[in-house]
C-alpha cells in the first residue's frame, strides 16, 4: 500500500460542477417498487446516461456487466491475488409521502450554498456519485490499484435487492471473489447523538440485524354489533398484538456491543466509563452486564442493539361500524439481533400470543442477522480514513439496525464495513427517508475524499507500477 497522505481534513465543500453531478442524479425518479411491472425504466435509464457522461475515464476503463438495472464495475488490479475490496452502493430510492412539506420539490436537484437537496442525497445516490468521483479523478492521476477493486451498484435495494445485489453477489460467487473489503451504507459520524458522549462518533458497522414481518390473522362468524359475542375479531386481534408488544424478546449483550461500548469508553462520563471497566473485568460482567444491558434499553435507538425489537406496524379489520368482523389482521415487524433466528421469532409469538384462533405466519421477505466477524485491518483502515477526515471523533464498531444490500454479500469479504465518513445530527438522521433529505457540500466532499484515500491506500504505489506488470 502507498504512504498515507499528508494533506490537512476537508474544510470546503464541493465545487458547483461537482455538486451539479449530484443534482442531476437526484433529479432521476428512480423510485424502487415491489412490483417489478411498475420499475422506473426510463428513470433509470436516465441516470445511466447521466453516469456514463459524466464519468467518461470509468466507462472507457472499467469492465461494466448490467443486471437489470444494477451496475457492476471491474477495476482491473496491476497484480494478481485476492480482491482487494467490493464498494457498494445504490441508485433507487423511497418514495415521497407528501411532497408539499419540502422546502424544495423532492426531484429537483436543488443546490444551493450550503446543500445539495433531494430524495437520495443521503440515502444513497450520494455514495455512487462520491464512489465514481473518486475513481475517475484516480484514473485521471494514473492511479490504479495493487488488485482488483468492484463497485456495484444495485436498483433495488429498498425493496430488498432480489434483482440487483443478489444477482451480482451471485456473480461473484461465480467467479470465486473472495475480497479483503466489502464497503457499503450503513454507519456514519453522528454528532450529539449517543447520549453522554461528548465527542462525534463514527459508527463503523461490522454487520445487520435479520429482518422479518410476522401477520396475525383471525377469523370470526361476524353478524350484527347489537348481539356480539365475548370478542369480536378485532378484539381478539387487538389482544394478541398488545401481548407481542408488551412482551418483546429478552435483552442480550452481543460481542460486538461489547466492542463497541469499550471503544467508546474514553469519551463516555465517568458513571458510564467506570461501569463499562467492571464490566470488562472477569467475574464481575454477571453483575454489571444486565445493568448495563437495561440502561441500554431505556431509549428506543439503544435499545435496537441489546433486543430483538417488536414494532406492530399495521392493522386492518372490520367494514363498517354496526358490522361485526369476519377478519382482521396485523403486521408485525421484527429486527432480529444475531442470536436469534426468523424461526425464534415466530416461536416467542406463538408463546407470547397462547391463543389457537390467531394464525401467526411469515410475510414478504426476511433475512437472518449477518455473521458478524470481528474488527481486522481492514477496519482499522477506515477508522483512519475517518478520523483524518474528521480529527477528534471516536471510532467504534455497531450492527446496523436496518436492512442493506450488503447481506446478500455474505461470505465474499473478510471484513464487512457499513460506513460513511458524514456527520450527521439526530435532525439530519430524521430526513432519510423523510422530509427535506439533504447532504451538505462539505458533506459531500467528505465522502468524495474518504472513496479517493481509500483507493490510494489499495494502490500500486509510485514506481512499483512497472514491476507489478513484470
Known amino acids: 500500500m502507498t504512504e498515507k497522505p499528508t494533506g490537512s481534513p476537508v474544510t470546503d465543500g464541493v465545487d458547483e460542477e461537482i455538486a451539479?453531478?449530484?443534482?442531476?442524479?437526484?433529479?432521476?425518479?428512480?423510485?424502487?417498487?415491489?412490483?417489478?411491472?411498475?420499475?422506473?425504466?426510463?428513470?433509470?435509464?436516465?441516470?445511466?446516461?447521466?453516469?456514463?457522461?459524466?464519468?467518461?475515464?470509468?466507462?472507457?476503463?472499467?469492465?461494466?456487466?448490467?443486471?437489470?438495472?444494477?451496475?457492476?464495475?471491474?477495476?482491473?488490479?496491476?497484480?494478481?491475488?485476492?480482491?482487494?475490496?467490493i464498494l457498494l452502493a445504490h441508485q433507487d430510492v423511497v418514495p415521497v409521502d407528501d411532497p408539499q412539506r419540502w422546502t424544495h420539490p423532492p426531484f429537483a436537484g436543488v443546490v444551493d450554498a450550503e446543500f445539495i437537496w433531494g430524495r437520495g442525497a443521503i440515502d444513497d445516490k450520494s455514495r455512487v456519485l462520491a464512489v465514481l468521483e473518486a475513481v475517475e479523478q484516480a484514473l485521471t492521476a494514473g492511479v490504479r490499484p495493487r488488485h482488483t477493486i468492484y463497485l456495484a451498484f444495485g436498483h433495488d435495494e429498498e425493496v430488498f435487492g432480489d434483482g440487483g445485489a443478489v444477482r451480482m453477489a451471485e456473480h461473484l460467487r461465480a467467479e470465486n471473489v473472495r475480497a479483503e473489503l466489502l464497503l457499503d451504507e450503513g454507519g456514519v459520524i453522528t454528532d450529539g447523538v449517543a447520549d453522554g458522549v461528548d465527542r462525534p462518533v463514527a459508527s463503523i458497522m461490522l454487520g445487520e440485524k435479520g429482518y422479518a414481518t410476522v401477520r396475525l390473522s383471525v377469523s370470526e362468524t361476524g353478524g350484527h354489533s347489537s348481539m356480539p359475542g365475548k370478542q369480536t375479531a378485532v378484539g381478539r386481534l387487538a389482544r394478541?398484538?398488545?401481548?407481542?408488544?408488551?412482551?418483546?424478546?429478552?435483552?442480550?449483550?452481543?460481542?460486538?456491543?461489547?466492542?463497541?461500548?469499550?471503544?467508546?469508553?474514553?469519551?463516555?462520563?465517568?458513571?458510564r466509563r467506570k461501569l463499562l471497566e467492571l464490566t470488562d473485568r472477569r467475574g464481575l460482567a454477571t453483575l454489571t452486564g444486565p445493568l448495563l444491558t437495561r440502561i441500554l434499553a431505556a431509549?428506543?435507538?439503544?435499545?435496537?442493539?441489546?433486543?430483538?425489537?417488536?414494532?406492530?406496524?399495521?392493522?386492518?379489520?372490520?367494514?363498517?361500524?354496526?358490522?361485526?368482523?369476519?377478519?382482521?389482521?396485523?403486521?408485525?415487524?421484527?429486527?432480529?439481533?444475531?442470536?436469534?433466528?426468523?424461526?425464534?421469532?415466530?416461536?416467542?409469538?406463538?408463546?407470547?400470543?397462547?391463543?389457537?384462533?390467531?394464525?401467526?405466519?411469515?410475510?414478504?421477505?426476511?433475512?437472518?442477522?449477518?455473521?458478524?466477524?470481528?474488527?481486522?485491518?481492514?477496519?482499522?483502515?477506515?477508522?483512519?480514513?475517518?478520523?483524518?477526515?474528521?480529527?477528534?471523533?471516536?471510532?467504534?464498531?455497531?450492527?446496523?439496525?436496518?436492512?442493506?444490500?450488503?447481506?446478500?454479500y455474505d461470505g465474499l469479504a473478510a471484513t464487512r464495513c457499513n460506513f460513511a465518513p458524514i456527520v450527521l445530527t439526530a435532525a439530519d438522521l430524521a430526513r432519510i427517508h423523510g422530509t427535506d433529505e439533504r447532504i451538505s457540500r462539505l458533506n459531500y466532499a467528505r465522502l468524495i475524499e474518504f472513496n479517493r484515500r481509500l483507493i490510494e491506500r489499495l494502490a500500486v504505489a509510485p514506481g512499483d507500477e512497472g514491476a507489478a506488470q513484470r
Open 20 to 85: 451539479e453531478r449530484l443534482a442531476a442524479a437526484l433529479r432521476c425518479v428512480t423510485v424502487s417498487t415491489e412490483d417489478p411491472t411498475q420499475t422506473a425504466d426510463a428513470e433509470f435509464a436516465r441516470l445511466a446516461d447521466h453516469l456514463e457522461a459524466s464519468f467518461p475515464r470509468v466507462h472507457a476503463e472499467l469492465t461494466l456487466t448490467t443486471f437489470g438495472h444494477s451496475r457492476l464495475y471491474r477495476w482491473d488490479g496491476a497484480e494478481p491475488g485476492p480482491v482487494a475490496a
Open 240 to 271: 394478541a398484538v398488545a401481548r407481542v408488544q408488551d412482551h418483546p424478546m429478552p435483552l442480550r449483550l452481543t460481542p460486538v456491543i461489547t466492542d463497541m461500548l469499550a471503544r467508546m469508553r474514553v469519551a463516555l462520563p465517568e458513571p
Open 299 to 408: 431509549g428506543p435507538t439503544t435499545e435496537a442493539l441489546v433486543r430483538t425489537t417488536t414494532a406492530p406496524t399495521v392493522i386492518r379489520g372490520g367494514v363498517k361500524a354496526n358490522v361485526l368482523p369476519q377478519s382482521a389482521e396485523a403486521l408485525v415487524n421484527f429486527r432480529i439481533l444475531p442470536g436469534d433466528s426468523v424461526s425464534t421469532v415466530l416461536a416467542h409469538c406463538r408463546r407470547v400470543i397462547r391463543d389457537l384462533g390467531v394464525a401467526i405466519e411469515l410475510v414478504g421477505p426476511a433475512s437472518e442477522p449477518s455473521r458478524v466477524a470481528g474488527p481486522g485491518p481492514a477496519y482499522a483502515l477506515i477508522a483512519e480514513l475517518a478520523a483524518e477526515l474528521v480529527p477528534g471523533i471516536v471510532t467504534t464498531t455497531g450492527l446496523v439496525p436496518g436492512a442493506t444490500d450488503s447481506r446478500h
